[in-house]
């Protein structure tokens, strides 16, 4: 019997053809903090099956916070050109706090021209919390950040600016004057933080800060609370999923799982 593979395709082979090994939902692109080590295993978490993440790092300065952030959404089309040639449905931009600083005009302008450039759509985790909360209907917000204090107070600029009411803002128990410092946090230290927001007059709780672990404090303070709670992680995640077509890939809320079901058994240990 002879063992040489023949040069001819089978006949179905032609029906196969672009269709992909892995991420059949969507590929989705994520734009990172250079340090950050919270949004792959988050996002792992709360993808649903069928969508795959590339990951890209963003790029600042090592020295100065506020400068590095603003440097984040400034090198945008450069952390993409990594991507070379792989075909993205989506690109997520995990960083929150890059939004605050320039303001919901400077960053449509920015997402949309890279946007334009690269032929994909870019939703940034800010603007994902904003379509969040209008899906749940939530005007009131409580919100809770890991930040220092002028990232705090642009973040409730942001917010007011946009048309909502913040009715408190709290951050962690821990000096955050370099805003990597989050990268630190656990959810205990969320935990024993999070008595001091004044959430109950809020519509929504909301974690702000793609750094900041939230996945377990979601699901812990949306059972004492009964309120809905949103993160900046949870949020992109759902908004890359939508804008990728793949609501139907979504499963219904569940008491403990905000916004959508299906990811609490998936937090990683």
Not at 13 to 20: D, I, N
Not at 84 to 90: C, E, I, Q, R
Not at 221 to 245: D, F, H, I, Q
């Amino acid at each position: 019997m002879s063992n040489v593979v023949s040069a001819v395709p089978p006949a179905d082979l032609a029906s196969t053809l672009g269709v992909r090994e892995y991420g059949n939902g969507a590929v989705l692109g994520v734009a990172v903090p250079q340090a950050n080590p919270v949004v792959e295993p988050e996002l792992v978490a709360l993808l649903p099956a069928g969508f795959s993440m590339l990951v890209t790092r963003l790029q600042g300065s090592r020295s100065d916070s506020r400068q590095r952030l603003i440097d984040y959404l400034a090198n945008l089309p450069a952390s993409l050109e990594a991507y070379d040639t792989a075909k993205l449905d989506v690109l997520g931009y995990a960083c929150t706090g890059s939004s605050y600083l320039v303001g919901a005009a400077e960053e449509r302008r920015a997402l949309d021209a890279t946007s334009a450039r690269f032929g994909y759509p870019i939703i940034s985790s800010a603007q994902a919390l904003r379509m969040a909360l209008k899906h749940i209907g939530a005007r009131r917000v409580a919100v809770f950040a890991p930040y220092p204090p002028f990232l705090v107070e642009a973040s409730k600029r942001y917010w007011e600016a946009g048309g909502l009411e913040v009715v408190d803002c709290a951050s962690v128990s821990l000096d955050t004057s370099d805003t990597r410092d989050i990268y630190s946090i656990t959810t205990p230290l969320v935990m024993a933080s999070f008595g001091r927001l004044r959430w109950q007059e809020a519509d929504a709780i909301m974690f702000t800060g793609t750094g900041m672990p939230t996945l377990r404090a979601l699901v812990e303070v949306s059972s004492m609370t009964g309120k809905p709670v949103v993160s900046s992680n949870l949020c992109l995640a759902w908004a890359m999923v939508r804008e990728a077509g793949g609501e139907a890939y979504l499963a219904p809320a569940r008491t403990g799982e905000p916004l959508y079901g299906g990811w609490a058994g998936r937090i990683p240990v």
